[in-house]
């Protein structure tokens, strides 16, 4: 019976998709180890500056977006499991309630932008070259940069997760062929991963 | 075929790993908060490390997955671990 399943795409071969989404993450998690580390090194040669300018992000915010991602990761954990239960309704919930997630994750970022837009800072900003000093400058810089590229990755999530979830209500992706929504799922767990080191680095210097 | 079989992990140890996740969270707001100087950056990315490996562990399936991307994961870290010490050897003594 399971044969007749399968037949139907004879290339699906789940083990070599996970390995070669995790190769993806591998390149992923380097390239923002890269900028990490130019973090690591800049606030080390300038520690005050830094201090000061993470005074500037409001911890509230920031700590509002990191239980966002958090849940947001755990229903689309939740979903993976739904899926090989065979609740599609579950699923297609969990998977609405991640895009949801995401969704305001994104506005709260775009207002926390904003109120730095307000203050004139941004990057080449008058303010920010004229009355901050070097290490200032590197702090904002690293910060439109690194939280910049992980929202747009939260942007590349939405997507895959839009597509897995048309997927699913198709019944293209289920039960016996869940990889889809698993790799999307490691994705948004890529992105859940390097704002727990993001969240610290930036809004929790103290 | 056995790989292919996938554990099905209970909704609520998912909700277990988020509680102590956002408790983690709120415990690196709090520990950056009382003054310890260089011991509160050192605090929070104790904190974010642990975070990470549940995430990687459970949310991520590594527990349930082939060993062999555990020890990929693990290298990867180790490499990225090596960089940062190679350059901070630089910075150092300069």
Avoid: C
Wanted: glycine fraction near 6%; charged fraction near 15%.
């Amino acid at each position: 019976m399971e044969h007749v399943a399968q037949h139907s795409d004879p290339h699906y071969d789940p083990e070599a998709s996970k390995m070669g989404m995790w190769l993806f993450i591998f390149t992923e998690l380097l390239l923002f180890g890269g900028l990490f580390i130019v973090y690591a090194v800049y606030r080390y040669l300038n520690p005050e500056a830094f201090q000061m300018a993470g005074h500037e992000l409001n911890i509230t915010i920031g700590a509002i977006n990191t239980i966002i991602l958090l849940v947001s990761s755990m229903t689309i954990a939740m979903s993976t499991s739904s899926l090989q239960k065979k609740n599609k309704g579950l699923t297609v919930l969990l998977l609405e309630i991640t895009i949801l997630l995401a969704v305001i994750f994104l506005i709260n970022k775009y207002f926390e932008w904003g109120v730095k837009f307000d203050h004139g800072i941004w990057p080449g900003s008058e303010h920010l070259l004229n009355d901050l000093g070097k290490g200032e400058i590197l702090f904002f810089g690293l910060y439109f940069v690194m939280t910049g590229l992980h929202a747009l990755h939260i942007v590349v999530g939405l997507v895959i997760i839009i597509v897995a979830l048309n997927k699913i209500q198709k019944g293209t992706v289920n039960a016996d062929r869940p990889l889809l929504l698993e790799n999307a799922g490691l994705y948004w767990h890529l992105v859940d991963l390097i704002w727990i080191f993001l969240f610290p680095l930036f809004y929790l210097i103290h | 075929m056995e790989t292919e079989k996938h554990h099905i992990v209970p909704y609520r140890v998912y909700v277990y790993i988020l509680i102590a996740l956002v408790v983690m969270t709120f415990m690196s707001i709090g520990i950056t908060k009382i003054n310890l100087g260089a011991y509160s950056v050192l605090g929070a990315m104790i904190f974010a490390t642990v975070k990470s490996v549940l995430v990687l562990t459970w949310f991520m399936h590594l527990k349930f997955d082939q060993p062999l991307l555990r020890f990929m994961v693990g290298f990867v870290v180790l490499l990225f671990f090596a960089v940062i010490f190679i350059t901070f050897l630089d910075y150092y003594f300069r």
